[in-house]
Nanobody
Framework: HVQLVESGGGLVQAGGSLRLSCAAS????????MGWFRQVPGKEREFVAA?????????HYADAVKGRFTFSRDNAKNTVYLQMNTLKPEDTAIYYC????????????????WGQGTQVTVSS
């Protein structure tokens, strides 16, 4: 049974940092592409960051977060992370972790499993 559980969201002031965690069970994170998406109520879910299934674990970032967010993983804990620095009010959203059976996945339709989401609120 595949399960993804996000944590680490919260309220932070603009310019601050948060680290989101996504604990995976039912599969090994190195065998799937992994991604982070976010969604604001009333808007479509959007891509934030992803890491390939490949051995090089190449990472991809949306332009809006490039240079501020970093995708990482801990294989021993079967957990991936999203380090978010220099947060802006426009980063406020529910953040979702996702897993894909593909080698590379950067769009919603390519993901097979989703977590329940964690709220991130950035105050100005």
């Amino acid at each position: 049974h595949v399960q993804l559980v996000e944590s680490g969201g919260g309220l932070v002031q603009a310019g601050g940092s948060l680290r989101l965690s996504c604990a995976a069970s039912g599969f090994t994170i190195g065998t799937t592409a992994m991604g982070w998406f976010r969604q604001v109520p009333g808007k479509e879910r959007e891509f934030v960051a992803a890491a390939d299934r490949l051995a090089t674990y190449t990472t991809h970032y949306a332009d809006a977060v490039k240079g501020r967010f970093t995708f990482s993983r801990d294989n021993a804990k079967n957990t991936v992370y999203l380090q978010m620095n220099t947060l802006k009010p426009e980063d406020t959203a529910i953040y979702y972790c996702a897993a894909s059976n593909r080698f590379v996945a950067t769009v919603i339709e390519e993901y097979d499993y989703w977590g329940q989401g964690t709220q991130v609120t950035v105050s100005s």
